[in-house]
C-alpha cells in the first residue's frame, strides 16, 4: 500500500485507487493529482491499495481484496491481510472515494452501500448522471466497510478515458469537500437499486442490454450455455452489465427507485 498525504488537518478526505490490480486508472488518477493538487483546506489522503496486483496487472493476488474487508490482519492470503491496514489508514476520513474501472459500456456511474448527507454531497457533486445504491447487495466492499465512502466507475478498464474523466470527476468530489478551491456543479442524479446478481455459467457468454438501460418484460438480458436470463420483473435494469468483465456474473439486476437532489 502507498500512502500519500497533502495538507493538514481537517476534513480529511481520501481518494483510494488501486483496489483492483487490473484497473490502472486509479493509480494513474492519484499519481496525477499528488503532483497537482494544490490543497485550499485539510488532509487530502491518496491511497494506491495493491500494489502487487497491479504490478502484475491482475484484479488481485490471492483474493478479491473488494471481497473481503473488512478482512483479518493475521490471514495468509495477501489481500485479507491488507483490508484490515487499509481500513486502519482511512478510518475516521470524513469522505472516501474508491476509483474502479470496468468492462461494461458508459456511463460513468457512482455506488453507495449507505446514503449519509456526506454520500449525498459527494454524489450530486460528481458529472454523474447515475449512482447504484448497493446497500442490500454485500457488505465485503469498503464502500459497505466505512461509512461516507462512494465508489466511482470511471470507464472502460484500460481506457484513456477513464483516467481523463476520474480526475475531472474526483477534483470535483475534492472541491465538494473543500480540499480544492471552487464549487462544484451540483445535480440531480438518479438512483437505481441492485439487489441481485446475474449468475454466469459456461460457454460463450453474450449481453443484450446495457447498464440503466430498461430491459422489457419477457426479454432475455444475457445467456450462455447453462443460463437464459429472461427478465420477468417490470422495470429491471442491469448495473455492471458485461459478457467477460467478471468470472461468475453478467451483472447485477437493478431498479430506477429514485433520484438524489442537490444538498440545500
Ligand atoms: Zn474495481
Given at each position: 500500500m502507498r500512502l500519500i498525504e497533502r495538507g493538514s488537518g481537517s476534513p480529511r478526505i481520501a481518494v483510494v485507487g488501486g483496489?483492483?490490480?487490473?484497473?490502472?486508472?486509479?493509480?494513474?488518477?492519484?499519481?496525477?493529482?499528488?503532483?497537482?493538487?494544490?490543497?485550499?483546506?485539510?488532509?487530502?489522503q491518496l491511497v494506491v491499495a495493491?500494489?502487487?496486483?497491479?504490478?502484475?496487472?491482475?484484479?488481485?493476488?490471492?483474493?478479491d481484496l473488494n471481497r473481503t474487508f473488512p478482512g483479518d490482519i493475521d490471514a495468509d492470503e495477501y489481500e485479507r491481510a491488507l483490508a484490515p491496514r487499509l481500513v486502519s489508514v482511512l478510518e475516521g476520513a470524513d469522505a472516501i472515494l474508491a476509483l474502479h474501472t470496468s468492462q461494461s459500456a458508459p456511463p460513468p456511474f457512482a455506488i453507495y452501500s449507505e446514503l449519509t448527507e456526506t454520500v449525498r454531497r459527494s454524489v450530486t457533486g460528481m458529472p454523474v448522471e447515475y449512482v447504484v445504491d448497493a446497500g442490500s447487495l454485500r457488505d465485503t466492499t469498503l464502500d459497505s466497510t466505512l461509512p461516507n465512502t462512494i465508489s466511482?466507475?470511471?470507464?472502460?478498464?484500460?481506457?484513456?478515458?477513464a483516467v481523463e474523466f476520474g480526475l475531472e470527476a474526483t477534483r470535483d468530489f475534492l472541491r465538494v469537500h473543500g480540499i480544492l478551491a471552487g464549487e462544484p456543479t451540483y445535480t440531480e442524479t438518479t438512483?437505481?437499486?441492485?439487489?441481485?446478481?446475474?449468475?454466469?455459467g459456461s460457454g460463450r457468454p453474450e449481453v443484450f442490454y446495457e447498464n440503466f438501460e430498461e430491459i422489457p418484460e419477457g426479454e432475455v438480458?444475457?445467456?450462455?450455455?447453462?443460463?437464459?436470463?429472461?427478465?420477468?420483473?417490470?422495470?429491471?435494469?442491469?448495473?455492471?452489465?458485461s459478457e467477460h468483465g467478471y468470472e461468475d456474473i453478467f451483472g447485477l439486476?437493478?431498479?430506477?427507485?429514485?433520484?438524489i437532489e442537490p444538498p440545500s
Open positions: 483496489i483492483h490490480g487490473d484497473e490502472p486508472a486509479g493509480e494513474r488518477i492519484v499519481d496525477r493529482l499528488a503532483d497537482t493538487a494544490t490543497v485550499e483546506d485539510g488532509t487530502l495493491n500494489e502487487p496486483a497491479l504490478a502484475a496487472g491482475a484484479r488481485y493476488t490471492e483474493t466511482l466507475e470511471t470507464g472502460k478498464q484500460g481506457s484513456t478515458d438512483v437505481a437499486t441492485v439487489d441481485e446478481e446475474v449468475p454466469k438480458f444475457a445467456r450462455d450455455e447453462e443460463y437464459t436470463h429472461r427478465v420477468t420483473a417490470p422495470g429491471t435494469v442491469p448495473v455492471l452489465a439486476y437493478g431498479r430506477i427507485t429514485g433520484t
